[in-house]
């Protein structure tokens, strides 16, 4: 396992596949590296490639508010995606591509070792929690897996696409803020014990 640092070292050095060839930056994910909450989407967009941060575009500003909406701010979680590097045209990441960059997002996983994960449409959630997801039908309902909780939720893009679909984000948004809430008091309970 890599530090931080040297992870982020090697994906700018990354050439595992041809996503490689087109950016013009990198999008390593940003946010805190001890975040409770991890939010994984599909793969930088233009803006994003142009700035080399993850969602920053228009769908970048839905998710903010998202992020928001649950109390909490941007800076306190993690933005990843499954794939770091733009695909052309926004296509989705071809399976190889994927493969070959999900070792960096298990890495940060690793090292952030988020109690949460929000998977940001289907094609995260097909990577992160099973590989026949189905948004539709597979939305808004945990997994726990090795102590992490995990849950899919629409693509903000989807969400600014069809806003026929916020309602049901808005309730799987609230699962993930009563879960974090739960969580946290967990966690204080801990503390006070072990003090
Ligand atoms: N869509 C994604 O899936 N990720 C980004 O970073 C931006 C848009």
């Known amino acids: 396992m890599l530090s931080y ?6 994906c700018q050095q990354c050439t595992k596949c041809a996503l490689a060839n087109g950016r013009t930056n990198l999008v390593f994910g940003e946010g805190n590296i001890k975040a409770d909450i991890m939010f994984v989407g599909e793969g930088p967009g233009h803006d ?6 993850p ?8 998710l903010t508010k998202m992020i928001e909406a649950i109390n909490l701010k941007r800076e306190d979680v993690y933005i990843a995606n499954i794939v770091k590097c733009r695909p052309p045209n926004n296509r989705v990441p071809y399976p190889e591509e994927a493969q070959a960059c999900l ?10 070792r988020p109690s949460i994960i929000v998977c940001l449409g ?3 959630g097909r990577y992160i929690l099973s590989s026949n997801l189905r948004i ?13 909780h995990m849950i899919a939720t629409y693509h903000p ?13 808005w309730e799987d948004l609230k699962k993930v803020r009563d879960k ?13 014990a072990n003090s």
């Open 5 to 10: 640092k040297e992870l982020y070292n090697a």
């Open 48 to 53: 994003e490639d142009m700035q080399g941060r």
């Open 55 to 62: 969602f920053v575009g228009r769908a970048g500003q839905l």
């Open 103 to 112: 070792p960096y997002l298990r890495n940060q996983y690793a090292i952030i």
């Open 122 to 124: 289907a094609t995260a």
């Open 136 to 148: 539709t039908r597979d939305r808004g309902i945990w997994t726990v897996r090795n102590g992490c």
């Open 157 to 169: 893009a989807a969400l600014l696409r069809d806003t026929d679909k916020k309602k049901d984000a």
């Open 180 to 192: 974090y809430n739960e969580l946290i008091s967990d966690k204080h309970k801990c503390d006070t």
